[in-house]
C-alpha cells in the first residue's frame, strides 16, 4: 500500500504560518482527491482540507479561510498553507489519498507535528 510522506511541521506562535508538505511516490496521485487530516491531542483524526485531481478544493470550517491546500501534479506532491494560526491548530499532521466518499486509500505516514503556541 502506498504511503505517503509528510513534512513542514514545527513550532510557531499564534498568528504565524507554515507551509506543509507531502510526497506521493508511485502514480497513483493524479487519480485520486487528496486530503489533509490533523489529530489533536485527545481528539480523533480529523479531514480538514481536500482538493481533487481537478484542483477543486474544500476545507472544514474550522480552518476555512485559514488556510490553502494545493497539489502539483507534475511533480506528486500536495501541500498545505496555514496562516492566522490558533493552538487549537496543534497536532500531527497526516496527508492522504482519498476515495468518493472520502475515506483513505493510501497507509498512513508518519505525519508532522505542528505546535502553535505563545
Known amino acids: 500500500q502506498v504511503q505517503l510522506v509528510e513534512s513542514g511541521g514545527g513550532s510557531v506562535p499564534p498568528g504565524g504560518s507554515l507551509r506543509l508538505s507531502c510526497e506521493v511516490p508511485?502514480?497513483?496521485?493524479?487519480?485520486?482527491?487528496a486530503g489533509w487530516y490533523r489529530e489533536s491531542p485527545g481528539s480523533a483524526r480529523e479531514l480538514i482540507a481536500t482538493?481533487?485531481?481537478?484542483?477543486?478544493?474544500r476545507g472544514a470550517e474550522s480552518v476555512r479561510g485559514r488556510i490553502a491546500i494545493s497539489r502539483d501534479n507534475a511533480k506528486n506532491m500536495l501541500f498545505l498553507q496555514m496562516s492566522d494560526m490558533k493552538p487549537e491548530d496543534s497536532g500531527t499532521y497526516y496527508c492522504a489519498l482519498v476515495d468518493g466518499q472520502g475515506f483513505p486509500v493510501t497507509a498512513w505516514g508518519q505525519g508532522t507535528q505542528v505546535v502553535v503556541s505563545s
Open positions: 508511485g502514480s497513483i496521485f493524479n487519480i485520486y482527491t
Open positions: 482538493i481533487s485531481r481537478d484542483g477543486e478544493a
